[in-house]
């Protein structure tokens, strides 16, 4: 079965939370605070494996979880970082984000790993709180979650050369004759349900990697037939063989047939309809063929394209269509610009809000105190300690959260909410 699209949950691991710990040496009676900070959270890579060609892997495992950081330890020592988790995807696989369907990565250089959601910070333990007035602070703070996303995974095949055409022209024979694949062949439409790869031989150091793609038809571009689910494999391609049934033994005109195909792949994507195209006449040694035969060389030379006449069940002209088709393709080779792969974090990066912006609003007569940032920190403490919440009270002075409450004219006695807490007001 060919799986080309997968739905996965990530998350990225938990940072560690800083511990509250003191010295407990011998001759050393008042030992200071010695909690370490919290391992960071394991971050979450996609890692391009040559060796895959599905996405057959993600039908069966669907959530992908980093592990967390280790709390820290005693002595001011650091808990250990969560272990990076690498997912692997073959090459030619495209990440969306789920919710808004916006591209993420386009994977496809082999061997490149990208790193797409980092591991939540780890906290910080009570020796990273001693000042010189609070000499033996009694809390921590908590790890950072790591952050989430689903999103949709997408493959496109990687081939050098597409074979299109409508159902039964004999894709499949010519892909069978000219490389080792073994795709199902049979005299009925859409034989093939899936795309087909075969790697074409021609001489040593020099093959490339041909596509057959299952039969398109009218209406493909909306998802007729077997329409987008295949329309986009051809997009990777960098030449099209576009074959035809010469024969018409179908009851279908090959010169129709050509117009037809090209108009689906110019309404799904107008760049995929100027890719250079071979005009190929299939089933020449059957009788029929010859009256098309003019007709489909004259379309040829309207169109500026090369016509080469084969017959994929006797392997008549197969050889100098596909030495042909290579010599075109290092000449596109040549010309391409050199790819630049991706090898860091492309989703947007979050700038933390700072703690000073924050907002007061008064509603239902009391005061609410938002800020992304505040409570951001607000969430890492321990807000059951006291000790904690009294130094998040010295917070409040240094970002100037007081000074604005006595601006605003806010009586003494009147509730100040911030986050989950709670205050009386005192001027």
């Known amino acids: 079965m060919f799986i080309d699209r997968a739905r996965i949950y990530l998350k990225a691991g938990d940072g560690g939370d800083g511990v509250v710990r003191f010295r407990r040496e011998k001759y050393v009676p008042a030992g200071g605070p010695a909690g370490g900070d919290g391992g960071r959270g394991g971050s979450i890579y996609f890692v391009v494996d040559e060796g895959m060609s599905t996405l057959m892997d993600f039908r069966y495992r669907r959530k992908f979880v980093a592990p967390s950081g280790e709390p820290g330890k005693s002595k001011n020592m650091a808990g250990k970082d969560g272990e990076d988790l690498e997912i692997r995807v073959p090459p030619g696989t495209i990440v969306k984000d789920d919710q808004t369907g916006e591209v993420l990565l386009d994977l496809t250089a082999p061997g490149a790993r990208v790193l797409v959601l980092p591991g939540g910070r780890g906290g910080r333990g009570n020796a990273r709180f001693a000042t010189p007035t609070r000499r033996a602070p009694s809390f921590a703070e908590r790890g950072e979650p790591g952050p989430e996303l689903w999103v949709q995974l997408e493959l496109k095949l990687l081939a050098d050369v597409g074979l299109v055409g409508y159902p039964n022209v004999g894709k499949s024979t010519l892909l069978a004759a000219v490389s080792a694949a073994r795709p199902k062949i049979a005299n009925y ?54 074959i035809v049934d010469a024969s018409g033994l179908e009851g279908r005109d090959p010169v129709e047939d050509y117009h037809k195909i090209n108009a689906e792949l110019r309404l799904y994507s107008p760049e995929l309809a100027e890719r250079p195209q071979i005009l190929v006449a299939n089933k ?35 050889g100098p269509l596909m030495r042909r088709a290579g010599q075109l393709l290092l000449e596109l080779k040549k010309a391409e610009p050199l790819p630049e792969q991706v090898q860091e974090l492309v989703l947007p990066k979050k700038v933390p809000a700072p703690l000073e912006e924050f907002t007061v609003t008064q509603v239902d007569g009391e005061f609410v105190v938002e800020g992304e940032g505040l409570e951001r920190l607000m969430r890492r403490l321990d807000l059951n300690n006291r000790e904690a919440v009294r130094y998040l009270q010295t917070v409040f002075e240094k970002i100037g959260l007081n000074k604005t409450l006595d601006e605003m004219g806010v009586p003494a006695g009147a509730t100040v909410r911030v986050g989950e807490l709670e205050f009386e007001y005192m001027e």
Request: proline residues 6%; charged residues 15%.
């Open 284 to 318: 020449v040694d059957l009788p029929q063929a010859q009256g098309n035969l003019p007709r489909l060389e004259e379309l040829a030379a309207s169109q500026g394209l090369e016509f080469f006449v084969i017959s994929a069940a006797t392997g008549q002209g197969t």
């Open 189 to 242: 439409p859409f034989t093939t349900l899936r795309p087909n790869l075969g790697v074409v031989a021609l001489d040593e150091g020099h093959s490339f990697v041909l596509a057959d793609i299952p039969g398109l038809i009218e209406g493909a571009h909306t998802g007729v037939g077997l329409g987008t689910e295949f329309l986009r494999h051809v997009e990777r391609t960098r030449l099209l063989l576009h």
